[in-house]
């Protein structure tokens, strides 16, 4: 594979201004549309052979919303890529001023493993929807669903405009040697560091998508077992390998005792038989992170599950009880299905104890009392979050979705996202019917107090 090649391919084409053509974008976009629905049965089947991901949940967490993005681009983009008119201040009169939305140009998007098809193509759609042209280097882990993306993209775009390159670090330092006009990566902080650190060579600008540990409150006044049930939920979907996942729970002391057992019946409920790995329950993605995740688990703090078949990678809904920051749990974000839960009784206290530790990528609040709600918002910074709920806000394209801090750089989702890989130009257009000699040599005593009483 020529990587140098289809850069400068692509360079080429965006050069040509081809992209600027807001009907080829649209078209474009509608042509992805088209050839991912053709293709679904064969999306569906990768992902449930790389993770046993049932058709439901793949619809759900992944095309669902790979379509949502698409429609809201080709429906607003021609909005979007809408000159803007702004106010020309005093000093500047007689002139007009405006922001014109510019694509940045060839841009590379690189892609975790653990929603394959939504992290490599949300972001290309948004490059695509704005006027760039992309790379694709999807996650090589899950490699049934790598290989379907390449099929079906690379068979239907020509390369100088969107195309998947598939390989792993190899593959991905190669890439990164080229100059590129923005780099969208999705991935762990650590990679995140080395992505970064390329980039600034070029002084290439970068939206960095990371991971980290996401707190989850469960205050004394919520709803115990609506909060329960959707705490299972978003925990255990895919197994618990979501970025945005309730990482652990910081549950009162008083209703804790309360809180397991509503968890427990939940996850009773939602997975009965979980011995064998059947259809509602995602395995984990490989042997790796099946040993990672096993050694998490420590046995005197089991509450419930714990259960581990490593001949079909499936750990069960796992819930740990009395677990404090102390433990090792508490030192790197868990990405599987194992929930730990630390009871406190002074949420000062335990508001310290995030700060005190890298900012999260997303943050949960499950109560009732407005007042300690707006102190948790107020007090801790994270990247986006949910109150009496978990991981949805990623489903509403008016939100923007990113990290802050060593949780991420930059934000997508929708018009988000278009903004990511737009340049806003702005102009000062003057006219010539008019100019006033104050800015010019001689600067006299009566020109600077005109200019005062301009200025100030
Ligand atoms: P990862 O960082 O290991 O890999 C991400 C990408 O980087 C892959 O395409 C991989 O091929 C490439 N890569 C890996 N090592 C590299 C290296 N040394 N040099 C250059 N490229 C390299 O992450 P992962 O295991 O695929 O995904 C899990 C992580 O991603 C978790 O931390 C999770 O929280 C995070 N994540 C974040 C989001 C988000 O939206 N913020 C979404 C999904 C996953």
């Not at 979007?80 to 000093?91: D, E, F, P």
């Not at 940045?104 to 975790?112: D, Q, Y």
């Not at 040993?291 to 703090?301: D, G």
């Not at 990405?335 to 630390?342: K, S």
Request: some cysteine; charged content about 25%.
């Amino acid at each position: 594979m020529d990587i140098a090649k289809i850069v400068n391919l692509q360079k080429r084409f965006f050069n040509s201004n081809a992209t600027k053509d807001l009907n080829l974008r649209i078209e474009n976009l509608k042509k992805l549309k088209l050839i991912l629905k053709e293709n679904e049965e064969k999306l569906y089947t990768s992902i449930y052979t790389d993770f046993k991901k049932s058709k439901f949940e793949t619809y759900l967490t992944e095309l669902s919303i790979i379509y949502r993005e698409l429609n809201d681009a080709i429906r607003n983009l021609k909005k979007w890529s809408k000159q803007k008119r702004v106010r020309t201040n005093l000093a500047n009169l007689p002139a007009k001023s405006y922001i014109i939305p510019e694509p940045l140009g060839t841009v590379l998007v690189i892609s975790a493993w653990n929603y394959p098809y939504q992290l490599a193509l949300i972001p290309t759609i948004s490059a695509l929807a704005a006027g760039n042209t992309v790379v694709i280097k999807p996650s090589e882990i899950p490699k049934n669903t790598s290989k379907i993306l390449a099929e079906i993209i690379n068979s239907n775009f020509n390369s100088n405009y969107l195309t998947v390159i598939e390989g792993g670090v190899k593959i991905t330092t190669e890439l990164l040697k080229e100059k590129w006009d923005k780099i969208f990566f999705t991935g762990s902080t650590s990679v995140g560091k080395i992505i970064y650190q390329a980039a600034a060579e070029s002084l290439t600008p970068v939206t960095l998508e990371l991971g980290g540990k996401s707190p989850t409150f469960v205050l004394a006044d919520c709803n115990i077992k609506i909060t329960a049930k959707r705490i299972v939920w978003a925990k255990f979907l895919n197994a618990g390998q979501t970025c945005i996942a309730p990482d652990y729970l910081l549950v009162e002391e008083k209703i804790k005792d309360q809180l397991l057992l509503a968890l427990k019946k939940e996850i009773e409920n939602a997975y009965p038989n979980i011995k064998e790995v059947q259809e509602n329950y995602v395995q984990i993605i490989n042997e790796q992170n099946f040993n990672r995740l096993e050694k998490l688990i420590p046995n005197q703090k089991v509450y419930h599950g714990g259960q581990t078949n490593n001949e079909n990678r499936s750990i069960a809904p796992t819930l740990l009880h009395n677990i404090n920051f102390e433990d090792s749990i508490m030192e790197d974000e868990i990405f599987g299905p194992i929930l730990p839960v630390i009871a406190f009784e002074n949420l000062d206290d335990v508001i310290n104890k995030i700060k005190e530790k890298e900012k999260p990528l997303s943050l949960y609040v499950y109560s009732k009392n407005k007042n300690i709600i707006r102190k948790i918002l107020n007090e801790i910074s994270f990247g986006s979050g949910a109150i009496n709920e978990s991981i949805v806000q990623i489903s509403n394209p008016n939100l923007p979705f990113g990290g802050v801090g060593a949780s991420g750089i930059g934000s997508y989702n929708s018009k988000a996202g278009f903004d990511t890989f737009t340049h806003y130009k702005s102009i000062l257009h003057k006219t010539t019917w008019l100019e006033p000699n104050i800015k010019y040599t001689p600067f006299t005593e009566f020109k600077m107090r005109i200019l005062k009483f301009i200025l100030e």
